[in-house]
């Protein structure tokens, strides 16, 4: 089964990339990022107690992320999942694999995603996303039809409060202090049931086919969606 994490640093394209696949194969999705901006957007109390630390540019708890995302992965079963932007500490690591051994359902998949950090600065201010879906779009990339607007719901499209040059940078600094020695943690334990692979490129264009490959390659009994 596909249980896969989507890893790599804010702004590398986790969530554009992860959307061209749940659209593309029948499998699930679950942000942590997203989860979160859902919390503070319902003003719930986890909401409140971390929306100054993401406008800060700063990780929130680990008891926190890791109640709502096993939460959701638990919903899930059996079925085939992408996750992203959890685990992010090696505390987190270690405590979502001790969950996920427990339901018998540990993780098959880690994507790396190697983007530059200069090509990932210039990405950022023109991004804008849908609140409510998590959906992404980009001024110059990936525009929406209609401009301002979601595709899906002709909602409106808000930029998010941590997408500025400053709290950009924190976030980058804190990926590599707490995130990034997490690609050792899971190199320890790669095995044919637990696989890694590093995507590199300039644009999630070039990553895409090479995604693509790897999954039908190494999970192929997930289906394609009819269309
Ligand atoms: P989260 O929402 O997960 O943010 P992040 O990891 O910083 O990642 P992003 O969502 O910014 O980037 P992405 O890789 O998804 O890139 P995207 O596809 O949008 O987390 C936000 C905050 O929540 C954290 O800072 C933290 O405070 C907190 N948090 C979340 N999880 C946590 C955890 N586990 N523990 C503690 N705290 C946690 O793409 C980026 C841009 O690039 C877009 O504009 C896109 O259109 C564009 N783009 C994509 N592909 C291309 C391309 N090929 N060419 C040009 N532009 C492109
Ligand atoms: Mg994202």
């Not at 896969?4 to 061209?20: D, E, I, Q």
């Amino acid at each position: 089964m596909l249980r896969m994490l989507m890893f790599g640093k804010p702004g590398a394209g986790k969530g554009t990339l992860s959307a061209r696949l749940i659209d593309k194969y029948e499998v699930d999705f679950v942000s942590c990022g997203d989860l979160l901006r859902r919390h503070i957007n319902e003003r719930t109390p986890v909401g409140i107690e971390v929306e100054q630390t993401i406008a800060r540019g700063d990780l929130v708890p680990d008891k926190a992320t890791t109640r709502i995302v096993t939460e959701q992965l638990d919903q899930l079963g059996s079925k085939h999942w992408i996750l992203d932007g959890f685990p992010r500490t090696q505390p987190q690591g270690v405590l979502l694999d001790s969950h996920l051994d427990k339901t018998g359902h540990p993780l098959s998949l880690v994507v790396e995603l190697d983007v530059n950090d200069d090509i990932i600065l210039k990405r950022i201010s023109d991004r804008w996303i849908h609140p409510t879906s998590g959906r992404v779009y980009n001024t110059t990339y990936n525009k929406p039809l209609v401009p301002g607007k979601d595709d899906i719901t002709g909602e409106p499209l808000v930029q998010r409060p941590d997408d500025n040059p400053e709290v950009f940078s924190r976030r980058l600094k804190n990926y590599y202090r707490s995130t990034h020695p997490l690609m050792a943690y899971f190199r320890q334990r790669q095995s044919d049931a637990f696989r890694i692979i590093s995507l590199k490129g300039e644009t999630s264009d070039e990553i895409w086919p090479e995604l693509v490959d790897t999954l039908e390659r190494w999970f192929p009994k997930v289906q394609k969606r009819s269309s």
